[in-house]
């Protein structure tokens, strides 16, 4: 359902009209041949079905344990025609493909070991990114050079100088790129953005993410195991642009594996890609980072934003609202809320008879529901690419003073840190070829 010129209109005017075309010119030979056709229902979009036209044809690119969950998702929507996915795992390419052609009552999904085979397809128009964190980036942007728009999983890059080369690709390439931030299209996150975005707090003093922890370490070193054939796990496939190491079945998590910068153990990174994102969102920062940090105390890191605006990212002291909690402070209230659907607030003035939904547990079907809506008016998704950027960027930046344990500083033009060797080199990392953005 893309336009291969990125244009503000629906569809791929060429192959759409050409299918349109084709059918209008078939079905008036047929009248007038006086010879009957019969044309299933669905192919015409009757019956509640959708139309070949407004069907948006999606592949998976490592399909695991979050990507399940998100094909789910994707499978829900009655306009999504998956048809492919590329894994490194066997198992996965087989379950994803059984669980596919169940839904869709045919044996049309394909499987790829290598996720550059599904982009060369020129019938795919999105893509579903859900490999490991080392991966999220350099796919994406393949994906972009190929003309696919992308659903991204979270973290969605390792390092500061990757944040900014994925929105420079995205911007580039005029893809509809998404984050796996869900949490940006449910409705009491969304409510709390916006009083702390619209002055209903008054001045916004403090923004206050929760990461989860805040351990850094570098990547490490696991005795080889001896390598399974290239079919059941691609190896070197997995690696990508991390560097080499034996085979290790434990790598295979790759929630444990490359999170960012040559850093693991996911960090401010893990969680924050979500609610330090929530927090850019309240403070109006989606096109800027925090730009000082400051060292670990009292088990918090404080930064502050070019407006003022204080960052706070601490794990304890938290309203019980679930995971995930944010808390947004102005000269005139604040709210605080987590993934329960439930919120707290200053004064109940601030709801203003409004009505918010209450939904917890996180669902992504409305964030999906965003991307697909965005691949088809071609506009920008709340989890844009430009957001992503900069919300990783401050992570990162947070997980190096953290890493280095002292206060380090952005420079807001270029986003390298000020007069500090040691904090840039890890700023960015060195991939292994061919895998270069």
Not at 39 to 61: F, K, M, Q, Y
Not at 80 to 88: E, K, L, P, R, T
Not at 115 to 120: A, S, V
Not at 400 to 418: K, M, S
Request: proline residues 5%.
């Amino acid at each position: 359902m893309r336009s291969s010129q990125k244009t503000q209109t629906t569809g791929d005017p060429s192959r759409r009209s050409f299918l349109g075309q084709s059918l209008t010119a078939g079905v008036a030979a047929a009248s007038s041949l006086a010879i009957p056709r019969f044309v299933r229902a669905s192919t015409l979009g009757l019956g509640g079905a959708v139309s070949p036209s407004d069907r948006i044809t999606v592949g998976g690119i490592g399909i695991g344990r979050r990507g399940t969950y998100d094909l789910g998702c994707f499978l829900e929507q009655s306009d999504v025609q998956f048809v492919a996915v590329a894994d490194i795992k066997e198992t996965q390419r087989v379950a994803v493909k059984d669980r596919v052609n169940a839904h869709h009552n045919n044996t049309d999904c394909d499987t790829y070991r290598d996720f550059q085979e599904l982009l060369g397809r020129d019938d795919i128009d999105s893509v579903l990114i859900a490999t490991g964190p080392n991966w999220h980036a350099t796919a994406a942007c393949a994906a972009a050079r190929a003309g696919k728009d992308i659903y991204c999983e979270k973290p969605c890059t390792k390092n500061i100088a990757q944040s900014l080369q994925l929105a420079d690709t995205m911007r580039r390439s005029g893809v509809v790129f998404q984050a796996g931030t869900q949490r940006r299209n449910l409705p009491h996150f969304e409510f709390a953005c916006m009083l702390a975005r619209t002055g209903r707090l008054g001045t916004l003093r403090k923004v206050h993410a929760q990461p989860a922890g805040m351990k850094t370490k570098m990547s490490g070193w696991l005795p080889a195991q001896d390598l399974p054939p290239i079919e059941e796990v691609d190896w070197d496939m997995y690696l990508g642009p991390a560097a080499y190491r034996p085979y290790n079945k434990a790598w295979l998590d790759g929630f444990n594996f490359e999170k960012g910068g040559g850093l693991t153990g996911g960090g401010v990174l893990e969680w924050g890609s979500h609610c330090v994102d929530l927090c850019q969102w309240a403070a109006g920062a989606d096109a800027t980072a925090a730009i000082h940090y400051h060292a670990p105390k009292d088990k918090r890191i404080l930064a502050e934003y070019p407006s003022g605006v204080q960052l706070v990212i601490r794990d304890d002291g938290w309203l019980p609202l679930g995971s995930c909690p944010v808390r947004f402070e102005g000269d005139d209230g604040w709210i605080e809320t987590g993934d329960s659907g439930k919120f707290v607030l200053s004064s109940p003035e601030l709801l203003a008879g409004r009505e918010v939904a209450e939904i917890g547990g996180y669902p992504a079907t409305f964030h999906v529901r965003d991307f697909l809506d965005c691949v088809k008016t071609r506009s920008k998704p709340r989890a844009n690419a430009e957001a992503a950027c900069y919300a990783h960027i401050t992570c990162h930046a947070a997980n190096v003073a953290a890493f280095l344990g002292r206060d380090v500083n952005l420079d807001p033009d270029t986003y390298e840190f000020i007069d500090d060797p040691e904090a840039n080199r890890l700023r960015s990392e060195a991939f292994r070829e061919p895998w270069q953005i």
